[in-house]
């Protein structure tokens, strides 16, 4: 059974159907990537999953369960992280604060015994705190930890996101965009840092990405999307062999042109 099951997804506002029809899977400890031109609905896929947009029709099922009508905090809680095209951090908290904040759906202290301070609370405190550590050692940035994350260049600020994801103790890790804004030096360490997670996590990597050197480096199969509507899926080879893919990225008059 795959981890992650879409079934004849479909998504619309009003006239315009943002995605149609789609389906495929996403088998466990996998690096599986969503790829298409701009304004394909690749992020109205994740934001379907995460419970940010409701579908139209169609069905999620996570783990054999339906993702349908489930809000953003129960699918992270279900084991779905997900990072975003821009960075949403907390600006004015620390980078260990930032990190800490993603294990929120892990824990179980409630207002009163956090204002008591119970033993039971501080020990909980002091393992969200460990988790987010090592988390930041992770992804290698453990000795900012009490920067201000709005100090931190812009790669860095990208890794305090990644290690809050990882925090969330996540079985499916939904990357959107994570190479956008870093440098040659910061997408061969982003590229490390994919197959860490999934190798020494066993962590499933399901990313969007418009770097296709990146893309064609990390995945081992890609979905390919157009107008809401899958056109290919296969290995790296099979996609970029594909007409239909080229045709989605060139357009048929400059394949016409070139020929």
Known sequence: MALLEIRDLTLRFGGLCAINGLSLEIEEHSIRSLIGPNGAGKTCVFNCLTGFYKPSSG?????????????????TYRGMARTFQNLRLFKQLSVLENVM?????????????????????????????????ECLDFVGILDKKHHMAKNLPYGDQRRVEWARALATQPKLLM????????NREEKARLIE???????????????IE??????????????????????????????????????????????????
């Open 59 to 75: 069905d999620m099922l996570f783990q054999g369960a339906s993702l349908i009508n489930k809000k953003p905090h129960f699918v």
């Open 193 to 207: 840092l994919i197959a860490r997670v999934r190798d020494e996590r066993k962590i499933t990597i399901f990313l």
């Open 210 to 259: 418009h770097d296709m050197s990146l893309v064609m480096k990390v995945s081992e199969k890609i979905f390919v999307i157009d107008y809401g509507t899958k056109i290919a899926e296969g290995t790296v080879r099979e996609v970029q062999d594909n007409p239909l893919v080229v045709e989605a990225y060139l357009g048929k008059e400059e394949q016409e042109d070139a020929v």
């Open 101 to 133: 904040s993603g294990m929120h759906c892990r824990t179980n202290s409630g207002f009163f015994s956090s204002v008591l301070r119970t033993k039971g609370q501080q020990a909980e405190e002091k393992h969200i705190r460990e988790v987010a550590e």
């Open 175 to 182: 990357l959107d965009e994570p190479a956008a804004g870093l």
